[in-house]
């Protein structure tokens, strides 16, 4: 039996209150927060690191992708916005809303200024260690950051951790991973510099290369699922470059383990472009991410739990808050040259046609046994294959935009989420579609 420490309670002061609380500033955070603000809500953003943008900076995420449908631009809010200023930041002539690669300090400098033009209060290197819920009201919640420890307290609040750390702290159940607890492998992304792109290629770069040394037997790593490298300057690029397999996410020793992985995995995918692929001779791995790139963690219980068939099914509802139409795309947990390779498989046999999607419903982001929760990201109400689809940043910024501004008109409405009028929302959500200067 392991030991147990009971560690002494103390009060704390109320740092600051705000009328809604997001806790997470990735892509799903920046949505929701800002979509609080310009509703009117007086709106704190709680994140751990010193940035916003999760996975889309910190990460080194190579793309945003999927936006659309083949024909109609599901994405069609903040999330549109954020990339076109990413886009005009980047000094790009236009966006793909289909696959748009990304500059991860365009993505820091475009989250900063849309954070306070809309007046939203941001508060960085701030983790939430507790909170106090009571009859499934929360109250406050106990923070830590270099400064010390403080309370913050809210009317509403929102969980945009990913991870659903929020939620499981609010005693919300959760499941997480397969029948076995198995979660599809994280990647450790990376950036060069110093490349000479020999033409205009941007995506997936090395993709032919090392196909070829897998069907030679010549792999520098066992990895038949190969996403790619994406450049996005002039001699600069990312890379979504292998997986970590085995690793348990919701295992402090098992993630911890994944970093040291993760970077050992970076020097042989580098040597590798130096050896293989042509403009890569000279360059030069200038960073790997400070952010892991979980793809699966804890998904909560909420009111609606959607489901594979609703994907199949093409499935809308009467409370939607919004479309999506990514593809079902769950990595292996193993290295497993025959799971590994169906991957790309599977994602094409479920790709819908142009035009095809399926609906969010409000429900999916209202944890069981909370009265002022809201979720948003990877971590809403759903069954895997589905989180395997709504997890890329168009899901999480349109689940996060819908989050964003239900709890703002709670906030204004005196009400709470589950008592939120839908067409209320909808139609909130409909005025806000982006329109392009």
């Known amino acids: 039996m392991k030991e147990k420490i009971l560690f002494p309670a103390r009060e704390l002061e109320v740092a600051v209150s705000a009328e809604v609380v997001v806790v997470g500033g990735g892509s799903a955070g920046i949505a929701a927060a800002i979509a609080s603000a310009r509703n009117g809500a007086d709106t704190l953003l709680i994140e751990q690191s010193g940035c916003c943008g999760g996975m889309a900076s910190r990460g080194l995420l190579t793309s945003i992708i999927c936006m659309t449908d083949g024909k109609n631009i599901l994405a069609d809010g903040i999330c549109r916005e954020f990339v ?19 500059h991860p300090e365009s993505v820091k400098k475009t989250a900063d200024r849309m954070l306070e033009e809309a007046g939203v209060k941001v508060i960085y290197e701030t983790i939430v260690a507790d909170c106090v819920v009571e009859d499934g009201c929360l109250k406050a919640l106990r923070c830590f950051s270099p400064c010390g420890n403080f309370a913050v307290s ?5 969980d945009c951790t990913g991870d659903a750390n929020l939620a499981a702290l609010a005693g919300v159940p959760f499941e997480y991973g397969d029948d076995e607890g198995k979660v599809m492998a994280p990647t450790l992304c990376v950036m060069y510099d110093n490349v000479k792109y020999p033409d205009d290629r941007r995506n997936g770069i090395g993709r032919k290369e090392w196909k070829e040394a897998e069907k030679n037997h010549d792999l520098p790593v066992e990895e038949h699922h190969f996403v790619g490298f994406y450049r996005n300057g ?3 690029g990312s890379g979504n470059l292998g997986h970590i397999y085995n690793t348990d996410v919701l295992d402090v020793f098992s993630r911890s383990k994944a970093w040291g992985k993760g970077r050992e995995l970076a020097l042989h995918y580098h040597q590798f472009f130096r050896e293989h692929v042509k403009g890569f001779e000279q360059s030069s791995l200038t960073l790997s991410a400070d952010m892991l790139g979980v793809r699966e963690s804890r998904r909560v219980i909420g009111e609606y739990r959607m489901i594979a068939d609703d994907y199949f099914s093409r499935r809308h509802f009467e409370d939607d808050i919004g479309s999506f139409a990514y593809p079902i795309d769950i990595h292996s947990d193993v290295s497993d040259a025959a799971k590994q390779s169906a991957v790309e498989q599977n994602i094409r046999k479920f790709a819908y046609a142009p035009g095809e999607n399926y609906g969010i419903p409000y429900r999916a982001l209202l944890p069981k046994n909370t009265v002022n929760l809201l979720v948003a990201g990877r971590c809403i109400s759903t069954d895997r294959a589905m989180q395997a689809s709504v997890r890329v940043v ?11 501004t239900a709890a703002a008109l709670c906030a ?3 009400c709470m989420p589950r008592d939120l009028e839908i067409r209320k929302l909808q139609a909130a959500l409909s005025k806000q579609k982006y329109r392009p200067r």
């Not at 200023?85 to 966006?95: F, G, N, T």
């Not at 809210?154 to 929102?158: A, S």
């Open 154 to 158: 809210g009317r509403i609040f929102i």
């Open 84 to 102: 076109e200023r990413i886009v005009a930041d980047m000094k790009l002539p236009e966006a793909n809303y289909q696959w748009q690669n990304i």
């Open 412 to 414: 204004a409405e005196s």
């Open 394 to 404: 168009p899901g999480c910024m349109i689940t996060g935009e819908g989050a964003g």
């Open 234 to 236: 002039e001699a600069s």
